[in-house]
Antibody
Framework: EVQLLESGGGLVQPGGSLRLSCTAS????????LTWVRQAPGKGLECVSA????????FYADSVKGRFTISRDNSKSTLYLQMSSLRDEDTALYYC??????????????WGQGTMVTVSS | ETVLTQSPGTLSLSPGERATLACRAS???????LAWYQQKPGQAPRLLIY???NRATDIPDRFSGSGSGTDFTLTISRLEPEDFAVYYC??????????FGQGTKLEIK
């Protein structure tokens, strides 16, 4: 069974940094694009970043561009999201999700359970 | 920027009834890049439909998607108790690459 497991969330002060990780098993990790989607408490879904299977293509939402960096290590089947200059409005549950294909133009067909990020002083 | 608007915001129906959820795009999008997700409280979203009308793996055939251009529909032919949840549409091809609708809450009447 394909599984995605996020980690790295927590409480951080405004302006701080945090790195999220998502480990995946058991599928051919490098064959699929991956994404981070967040959901603020009681709100809807926002895709903040995505990366193709080869890492050649990436996407960032305008709300995080220049502050967040997505990367992946296919040898470790792990996806990362480096978050810096965090703001109150970044507070959310962050989901890792797998896309149906290796390119960015695919739907999200498998989701982890999420890791909570709280930005507060 | 392509904005997706879902209607109604809340839909109250009884088990056994038919549910019709709408998703309207602010500009035409390829039907290849329209998806629907279901989210239950405390759970991650689940992909139901991709490419506007293709059911994802293990999705019951009471769920169907249709539409093109700017108007898309998710239909649940006969509601089961487990279908009451929040539903989101998503486009994943136009610029920006991914946008979600605000969601429709399907509640038990």
């Amino acid at each position: 069974e394909v599984q995605l497991l996020e980690s790295g969330g927590g409480l951080v002060q405004p302006g701080g940094s945090l790195r999220l990780s998502c480990t995946a098993s058991p599928f051919i990790f490098s064959n699929y694009a991956l994404t981070w989607v967040r959901q603020a408490p009681g709100k809807g879904l926002e895709c903040v970043s995505a990366i193709s299977g080869s890492s050649r293509s990436t996407f960032y939402a305008d709300s995080v561009k220049g502050r967040f960096t997505i990367s992946r290590d296919n040898s470790k089947s792990t996806l990362y999201l480096q978050m810096s200059s965090l703001r109150d409005e970044d507070t959310a549950l962050y989901y890792c999700a797998k896309l149906r294909g290796s390119y960015l133009s695919s739907a999200f067909d498998m989701w982890g359970q999420g890791t909570m990020v709280t930005v507060s002083s | 920027e392509t904005v997706l608007t879902q209607s109604p915001g809340t839909l109250s129906l009884s088990p056994g009834e038919r549910a019709t959820l709408a998703c309207r795009a602010s500009q035409s999008i390829s039907s290849s890049y329209l998806a629907w997700y279901q989210q239950k409280p405390g759970q991650a979203p689940r992909l139901l439909i991709y490419g506007a009308s293709n059911r994802a793996t293990d999705i019951p055939d009471r769920f169907s998607g249709s539409g093109s251009g700017t108007d898309f529909t998710l239909t649940i032919s006969r509601l089961e108790p487990e279908d009451f949840a929040v539903y989101y549409c998503q486009q994943y091809g136009a610029s920006p690459m991914y946008t979600f609708g605000q969601g429709t809450k399907l509640e038990i009447k």
